[in-house]
């Protein structure tokens, strides 16, 4: 889990789970470049898998950064961030 803090609230967010991961696979979503027609869509199918229905109202009516914020995180909890400090 990751807290991400927009706009003064506190979203918690999980990765997707590897399952998750090939559904959206097989519907040939690429997580790292989102198609511009089905960006929107893509990312409020992941945010109803990764943050709690109250945090999705709540980002309604948040300006569109801050989803994007919510977004990066879910992306570092799935697949790893390479700025992150890794324990070997």
Partial sequence: MRIVEVDGRKIS??????????EFRAKKVNFIYLDPDTAEETMD?????????EDMAALEDMQ????IAVWSACLKETFGAPDEEKNS
């Fill in 45 to 53: 199918l992941v945010f109803k898998l990764v943050i709690s229905e």
């Fill in 64 to 67: 569109n950064s801050c989803s």
């Fill in 13 to 22: 967010v999980r990765g997707l789970k590897r399952s998750e991961v090939r």
